[in-house]
T-cell receptor, first 114, second 113 residues
């Protein structure tokens, strides 16, 4: 079955880059996603990447996809205290033309040190 | 603000009871998804509706059911509640039935005592 794995915690200094990694198992995934969840809040879609892409950049966010290794990463440049949150990696469950739910990782807690 | 609304924000009830959670998708979105977030299971996909019809089922218990109405809002019904059903329940919506861009609501926190 589908499985998405992430490290539980990442601690970085303010101003440094944060790199959050994720591995997934479903090679038929069409889209891979990064969501952000702040304490007591819902899930905010940060970015997503189509499976035929290697990289996507959006302001401070860079997503890298290695399909061969089924590895996805999210790089946050110039990490700020406001970036402190849980980051979830997710893949679409069925890559075909049918309906899709998402399979989520357990989330990575990003901790910012002053 | 994602444009997806969920009510109520919090719900406290007792074991054995039945509750209904409500979700209004973003304007123009035809697809609604329900997810459960708990400490032990993480975020799990429950069920999806598209334009009033059930499209996909995930790890939804038989005690749970959902529907999508003609105005596209959706309700998740949870019955015979157990302590382990305590969780955050999220609704998400997307334009099409594919999950390429799913936007999540703020969630309903259910506490079963």
């Amino acid at each position: 079955g589908e499985d998405v794995e992430q490290s539980l915690f990442l601690s970085v200094r303010e101003g440094d880059s944060s790199v959050i990694n994720c591995t997934y198992t479903d090679s038929s995934s069409t889209y891979l996603y990064w969501y952000k969840q702040e304490p007591g809040a819902g899930l905010q879609l940060l970015t997503y990447i189509f499976s035929n892409m290697d990289m996507k950049q959006d302001q401070r966010l860079t997503v890298l996809l290695n399909k061969k290794d089924k590895h996805l990463s999210l790089r946050i440049a110039d990490t700020q205290t406001g970036d402190s949150a849980i980051y979830f990696c997710a893949e679409s469950i069925s890559g075909g033309g049918g309906a899709d739910g998402l399979t989520f990782g357990k989330g990575t807690h990003l901790i910012i040190q002053p | 603000d994602s444009g997806v609304t969920q009510t109520p924000k919090h719900l406290i009830t007792a074991t054995g009871q039945r509750v209904t959670l409500r979700c209004s998708p973003r304007s123009g979105d035809l697809s609604v998804y329900w997810y459960q977030q708990s400490l032990d299971q993480g975020l799990q996909f429950l069920i999806q509706y598209y334009n009033g019809e059930e499209r996909a089922k995930g790890n939804i218990l038989e005690r749970f059911s959902a529907q999508q109405f003609p105005d596209l809002h959706s309700e998740l019904n949870l019955s015979s509640l157990e302590l382990g059903d305590s969780a955050l329940y999220f609704c998400a919506s997307s334009v099409e039935f594919r999950a390429d861009t799913q936007y999540f609501g703020p969630g309903t926190r259910l506490t079963v005592l």
